[in-house]
């Protein structure tokens, strides 16, 4: 018989041993986790220096992880990321060996996505789609589990390769990181001011299970009202032409779906309640509809249509 | 899976029993309300369960077939969204769904059918049952009645007690009838028959001495002095004649001098 309290004891304990290396971001390691259960990739939005890659790399440690970081620029070529051939003498013989490139990894933190080309782009959204990755004419299958973390700085967007809304439709959740309250900075300024003790992270999770918690998730039973209201909410976000141009499409269902079980794992639960999906829509669907100028107007942002629609 | 359907099923039974027993409470309260002024207007307090019955049994009907596990989680908030989630998971087999199927079937089992209901509510209901019950009961044994429905004199007997009005339209309209005579109304009695004649009237034009086609200079015309009918006229009976005393008229001819300052 599962044990659910048991379950919930081990992500209180990663959520709190992060807390202890990240101060400040409980919520968005939460939802980090959440579509890590989920199988699915992360697009994280906030200004430079909110511990982005702190806590993504403080998550790998605790789940034992490989985790790399790619930072997009103009320049970065497909073959930067997925890797390459390179000649090898070996044995007196030479012959072409495949280098592996940083997409090789179980997280891969794409830093300002937004910078690379749109080949770059393409090159790891395919990774992110078919968990494979193509040099030449082979095919590599990437390791399980794989997520991509990517990042957007909602600053200085001059130069930049904006994600199409059929590629960001791919990413589960976006998650905004803001900044620390003043006592959380207070705790910062405290503890990287000072003399510097670096926290030695011990897993507290291992890959397998997590593997068995992603197969533990789909499990998770849903109520049919339950499946309706998200129907309903999904399909107010097409209908509601007064403030939304576009609508999200049946992934967004699927993902918040997927999301609201997730989050009833974290929380220690066997079933999903409403709450769960409100808590949910915002992450996953803020990133899938696009508002109307009549909504831009009036100065609405995606969160407070999707609060709007779920009254 | 059997002990989770089987409790399904009893906590759903209970639901129906629980909005059977407060159709019967709603029921009851309908009746009691309607005794008491069932007997105020002099009528039997069993008479209060004829619309009270009928009310009952629809509500009960339509309520019973109303219920969902979703009522049950109003009342039981621990249970929230998981009695549905069972519902709806009932064929699905896996781990995390046995769990909740389980941890569900343990907890109904343990499940009193008393907070399957709202017992404030059930408490004043049953008060105002047995106050109602109390007031039908002291009306009952002093016969205490306003008005006797069973009895039309005593309606209009009613009127004729509101302060104001001494007689009803009714029975002034019956006074009228029984006190005036046609004599009084009309004066002579032939009048009165003559109005209630009906008189045919033709003109006979040949008889008539005038052809306007033809005839000129009517204005010298010499009429016959003894054609046409005789005019039918009317002379007022004596009865109508001014019986006034000389005195009297004496004192309404100094009033009127008075008014107008003895100009005449």
């Known amino acids: ?219 998770v039973p849903v109520a049919n009202d339950i499946k309706h209201y998200v129907v309903d909410l999904v399909t107010k976000t097409r209908s509601h032409k007064e403030l939304i141009e576009h609508g999200a499409s049946p ?61 | 899976m059997s002990s989770v359907v089987q409790a399904l099923a009893s906590i759903k039974k209970r639901l129906v029993a629980a909005t059977i027993f407060n159709a019967l409470l709603n029921g009851t309260l309908i009746a009691l309300i309607l005794a008491p002024v069932f007997i105020l207007f002099g009528l039997q307090w069993f008479y209060a369960l004829v619309p009270a019955f009928p009310y009952t049994i629809y509500l009960a009907f339509v309520h019973a077939k109303k219920v969902r596990l979703a009522q049950a989680e109003e009342r039981l908030p621990e249970l929230e969204w998981q009695l549905r989630t069972t519902e709806d998971t009932l064929g699905v087999e896996n781990e995390v769904v046995e769990s909740l199927h389980q941890r569900v079937a343990n907890k109904i089992n343990d499940l009193h059918s008393r907070y399957l209901m709202d017992s404030k509510k059930v408490v004043h209901k049953v008060g105002g049952i047995a106050i109602l019950l109390i007031l039908t009961i002291v009306l009952s044994v002093f016969q205490v009645k306003l008005i006797d429905a069973t009895n039309p004199e005593s309606v209009t007997g009613l009127f004729s007690k509101v302060d104001g009005v001494k007689d009803s339209f009714i029975v002034a309209a019956d006074k009228i009838k029984t006190t005036f005579s046609d004599r009084d109304l009309y004066g002579d009695e032939k009048v009165a028959d003559l109005g209630n004649e009906e008189l045919n009237l033709e003109l006979k034009r040949d008889e008539s001495e005038i052809d306007p086609g033809k005839d000129q200079g009517l204005h010298n015309k010499a009429f016959k002095q003894q054609d046409g009918a005789a005019i039918p006229w009317a002379v007022a009976d004596a009865s109508y004649n001014e019986d006034i005393s000389d005195e009297d008229k004496a004192i309404v001819k100094s009033y009127f001098e008075k008014l107008t300052g003895d100009e005449s």
């Open chain 1, 251 to 311: 992934r967004a269902s699927i993902g918040l779906i997927l999301a609201a079980k997730a989050h009833a794992l974290v929380e220690g639960r066997d079933y999903v309640n409403k709450e769960d999906v409100k808590i949910m829509a915002c992450p996953v669907l803020r990133h899938r509809i696009i508002l109307n100028f009549e909504a831009e107007r009036n100065n609405f942002k995606e969160d407070d249509v999707v609060g709007y629609l779920q009254r």
């Open chain 1, 1 to 219: 018989m599962i044990e659910m309290a048991r379950i919930k004891e081990n992500f209180d304990r990663i959520l709190d041993t992060a807390g202890e290396v990240v101060i400040g971001q409980r919520e968005v390691i939460k939802q980090v986790v959440v579509a890590m259960l989920c199988d699915a990739n992360v697009l994280l939005e906030g200004n430079p220096g909110l511990a982005k890659t702190l806590s993504v790399r403080t998550l790998a440690g605790l789940m034992d992880l490989k985790f790399s970081r790619i930072q997009g620029t103009p320049d970065l070529m497909p073959s930067d990321i997925t890797g390459t051939y390179i000649l090898e003498e070996r044995n007196g013989k030479r012959e072409f060996k495949f280098q592996p490139g940083p997409l090789f990894s179980n997280i891969v933190l794409m830093d300002e996505i937004n910078r690379a080309t749109p080949k770059t782009q393409s090159a790891l959204l395919e990774a992110m789609q078919e968990k494979q990755v193509t040099a030449g004419n082979n095919t590599f299958p990437l390791d399980k589990p794989f997520f991509v973390l990517a990042t957007q700085n909602p600053l200085e967007q001059t130069g930049t390769y904006n994600l199409p809304e059929a590629q960001s439709d791919r990413f589960l959740l976006k998650v905004l990181v803001n900044y620390p309250t003043p006592e959380e900075e207070m705790k910062i300024v405290d503890r990287y001011s000072e003399v510097l003790q670096e926290k030695v992270i011990k897993p507290i999770v291992s890959k397998n299970a997590l593997l068995q918690l992603q197969q533990l998730v789909r499990k």
